[in-house]
């Protein structure tokens, strides 16, 4: 059974940066898209970053040059470099695998942006 853990969220004041990170156990046998979706309050969960299997990377226009997303292979891990945090970036941040049509989660970590 795939498992994604999240780790690394938060309390940071504003033009501060987090790492998080996605450990993924289990057997993946196709892997279509991995990345990191938020949900802050009272809005509806987003994407912020992404890969697209091919190789390519989609971003949120709220984060571009402020996040990077990156991967581990060797450690099955997915990274979320965050720069620059804006208020605006506090959410709860889901790390998000597709696979055979179907998108597993993780349990979320809390990431708070003080201003």
């Known amino acids: 059974q795939v498992q994604l853990v999240e780790s690394g969220g938060g309390l940071v004041q504003a033009g501060g940066s987090l790492r998080l990170s996605c450990a993924v156990s289990?057997?993946?046998?196709?892997?279509?898209?991995m990345g990191w979706h938020r949900q802050a309050p009272g809005k509806q969960r987003e994407l912020v970053a992404v890969?697209?299997?091919?190789?390519?990377?989609n971003y949120a226009d709220s984060v571009k040059g402020r996040f990077t997303v990156s991967r581990d292979n060797a450690k099955n891990t997915v990274y979320l470099q965050m720069n620059s945090l804006k208020p605006e970036d506090t959410g709860v941040y889901y790390c998000?695998?597709?696979?055979?049509?179907?998108?597993?989660w993780g349990q979320g970590t809390q990431v708070t942006v003080s201003s």
């Open positions: 998000a695998l597709d696979t055979f049509g179907r998108r597993l």
């Open positions: 289990g057997s993946i046998f196709r892997l279509d898209a």
């Open positions: 890969f697209i299997s091919g190789g390519s990377t």
